[in-house]
Each structure stands twice: as C-alpha cells, then as structure tokens.
C-alpha cells in the first residue's frame, strides 16, 4: 500500500528507547506517540519516564529518525474494565476531574506542537445524547481542546469508540476544528456498528487511522468484543483499505495492538501484510 505505515507506541508496552529498537527492526519510523510517559504516565499507554526519555524522543524527532503522525492523549483515572467502567470514566466526562485535565490539555498540546506533529488525539469519552445538559458540557470541553491545540498549531483528533458514526457525525456538526482518528477495530469492540460502513459517513473528517482488528461484542454496552491480530478478526481489512482508498485518503496508517501476549509480533506481522498489499 503506498500509505505511509506507522505504530503506535503505547502497544509495546515498554520504555521508549525499546519502542525505538524494535520500530528499527521492522523498518517503519512514523510513530503514533502516547503522551502519557512525558506527563502522568499510566498502565495502559506508559509509565512516566521523565527528562532523559524526553530528551531522547527529541533527538529522534529532531534527527529526523522518527516521524510523529500524530500524538496520543489518555487520562491516568480511566478504567477500561468493561463497556460500562470507561463509560462512566472515560476521557473528559468526570466532572471532578475537568479543571486538572484543563492544564493537562494545555500542556499536551504544547507536548504535541513540540514533537513537530499535526495532530493531537484522544478518547473523549461517552456522550449521553439524552441528557440536553450533559451534551451542552461535553461539547464545551471538547471546544475548550480544539481551540487549545489551535493555539498550537495543532487539530484535534477524535477516536472512534462508544459511540456510532451516525452519532459521531451529528457530534461534530457542533464543534469547530476537531477531526477522527479512524480505529476500525473499536467500532466492533463496544458494539457500535461495520466499520467499513462507517468510512464513508465520515470520510470528511478522517485525518489518521489505526489499523486493528477484532471481533464483536456479544453484548454492546455491557462486554467487549475480542481483539485480534490485524486480518484475523471481522474488520474485514481488505474492505477497510478499499474503503480507505474510495475516499482518497492518502494520510497515515498507525498498527494498534492492545491485546495479546505477542505484541510486537503481532505488529510486525500487521505491518508485513500492509506491505504485501
């Protein structure tokens, strides 16, 4: 395929100058790059490595060994559990936790501008359409990001998840300058529709994409569905790329792997059928 191909580095779950050795070992230098061990850290997308990790990073960037498509935002409170804890934690939706996350933000967007990336992403959390105030706060948030990062010189990516992309769709006629990250897989994990469907309905705001794959929630809402290793699940990943293509998107292709024992295994093998296509 003639996407540039990049991973994700909170897949490895492992310190960045690891990330670093095995992204030369499959040859790819475009990285998705989790903010969490220049901040907070957390479990799930870094521990916090401090100065000379940063220092470090820099070098790569600046030496031009690595390429950021994109910076990757999470929140250290999330619980990932089930469908149910990460909605009711997930992204900016706690109230107690939105003055913090409005320098934490501040400070990601500046992280990001820094790493000489275009994008910053996130999970912004669950958006409960039934509830007129709770919708008027959400959006408010997520305009509070867009124009942080675009003071930055940055846009801000949301990634698909809990919600489907008609819901998707009609979220971001409400706010200005926030685009997608595309991950087909969690449409499948939280229940939430065919991701080569979806494509198409947001074709105009789709400015990264992970590729991961899975299998469905037997109960959307309540259990994931199973991730698996890219071509192996129902994403359907000849569909998804064709798909890609009809739109005419050109930009960056990121391997996520989230689950599994054989991580960076499983993201070579995602990265060799990418390039055998």
Same mark, same amino acid.
């Given at each position: 395929?003639?996407?540039?191909?990049?991973?994700?580095?909170? %897949?490895?779950?492992?310190?960045?100058?690891?990330?670093?050795?095995?992204?030369?070992?499959?040859?790819?230098?475009? =990285?998705h790059?989790?903010?969490?061990?220049?901040?907070?850290?957390?479990?799930r997308?870094?521990?916090?490595?401090?100065?000379?990790?940063?220092?470090?990073?820099?070098?790569?960037?600046?030496?031009?060994?690595?390429?950021? %498509?994109?910076?990757m935002?999470?929140? %250290?409170?999330?619980?990932?559990?089930?469908?149910v804890?990460?909605?009711?934690?997930?992204?900016?939706?706690? #109230?107690?936790?939105?003055?913090?996350?409005?320098?934490?933000?501040?400070?990601?967007?500046?992280?990001?501008?820094?790493?000489?990336?275009?994008?910053?992403?996130?999970?912004?959390?669950?958006? #409960?359409?039934?509830?007129? #105030?709770?919708?008027?706060?959400?959006?408010?948030?997520?305009?509070f990001?867009?124009?942080?990062?675009?003071?930055?010189?940055?846009?801000?990516l949301?990634?698909?998840?809990?919600e489907?992309? #008609?819901?998707?769709?009609?979220f971001l006629?409400?706010?200005?300058?926030?685009?997608?990250?595309?991950?087909?897989?969690?449409?499948?994990?939280?229940g939430?529709?065919?991701?080569?469907?979806? =494509?198409?309905?947001?074709?105009?705001?789709?400015?990264? =994409?992970?590729?991961?794959?899975?299998?469905?929630?037997?109960?959307?809402?309540?259990?994931?569905?199973?991730?698996?290793?890219?071509?192996?699940?129902?994403?359907?990943?000849?569909?998804?790329?064709?798909?890609?293509?009809?739109?005419?998107?050109?930009?960056?292709?990121a =391997?996520?792997?989230?689950?599994?024992?054989?991580?960076?295994?499983?993201?070579?093998?995602?990265?060799?059928?990418?390039? %055998?296509?």
């Open positions: 395929m003639k996407n540039p191909i990049a991973v994700c580095s909170w %897949s490895y779950q492992k310190p960045l100058m690891t990330v670093a050795a095995e992204m030369e070992k499959i040859q790819v230098n475009h =990285v790059l989790a903010l969490q061990p220049f901040l907070e850290g957390d479990a997308h870094g521990a916090a490595e401090g100065a000379y990790a940063r220092g470090y990073v820099e070098g790569l960037i600046d030496g031009g060994y690595w390429k950021v %498509s994109a910076a935002l999470s929140f %250290s409170y999330e619980d990932y559990t089930t469908p804890t990460i909605r009711r934690t997930g992204g900016i939706v706690p #109230d107690d936790k939105w003055e913090a996350n409005q320098k934490l933000i501040v400070d990601a967007a500046k992280l990001a501008a820094r790493f000489k990336t275009k994008y910053l992403t996130l999970h912004a959390g669950y958006l #409960d359409e039934k509830n007129p #105030d709770a919708v008027k706060k959400f959006v408010a948030r997520v305009q990001m867009a124009d942080a990062c675009q003071a930055n010189g940055l846009e801000l949301l990634e698909t998840g809990q489907t992309a #008609d819901d998707l769709v009609k006629g409400r706010v200005k300058g926030v685009g997608v990250n595309f991950d087909p897989a969690n449409m499948l994990l939280y939430m529709g065919d991701p080569v469907a979806a =494509v198409a309905k947001l074709a105009p705001w789709i400015r990264h =994409v992970h590729i991961k794959d899975a299998t469905p929630s037997p109960k959307p809402g309540f259990d994931w569905g199973n991730e698996t290793p890219w071509g192996d699940g129902k994403v359907g990943a000849k569909a998804f790329l064709a798909a890609l293509e009809k739109i005419g998107y050109t930009g960056v292709v =391997v996520e792997r989230e689950g599994g024992t054989q991580r960076a295994a499983d993201i070579a093998l995602a990265v060799q059928r990418l390039r %055998s296509l």
